[in-house]
C-alpha cells in the first residue's frame, strides 16, 4: 500500500511541475505579446490615425473662405 502511495506522489509531483511549466510559458508568451504590441502596433495605429486625421480635417485645396467669408476659388 505504501508503494502506491509513493507512486501517487510522484505521479502528482510531476502533474504539478508541468502545471508550473504551462503556466511559465503563458507568461513567457503574454510578454512577448505585450512587447510586440507596444512595439510595433501602438507606433502604427498612431501613424494611422495621425494619416487618417490629416488626410480626412485638411482644408480642401479647391474651395477656401477668406477671413470675411467671401468665397475662393482655386480652380479659376
Known amino acids: 500500500m505504501s508503494n502506491n502511495l509513493i507512486f501517487f506522489e510522484k505521479l502528482l509531483t510531476i502533474q504539478n511541475q508541468k502545471k508550473k511549466k504551462i503556466a511559465q510559458k503563458n507568461q513567457n508568451s503574454d510578454l512577448v505579446m505585450s512587447i510586440f504590441i507596444h512595439l510595433h502596433l501602438i507606433p502604427?495605429?498612431?501613424v494611422v490615425v495621425y494619416k487618417l486625421h490629416?488626410?480626412?480635417?485638411?482644408?480642401?485645396?479647391?474651395s477656401q473662405r477668406t477671413s470675411s467669408g467671401d468665397s475662393l476659388?482655386?480652380?479659376i
Request: proline share 7%; charged share 20%; aromatic share 6%.
Open 44 to 46: 502604427l495605429a498612431k
Open 54 to 62: 490629416h488626410e480626412l480635417f485638411q482644408p480642401s485645396v479647391t
Open 73 to 75: 476659388d482655386t480652380n
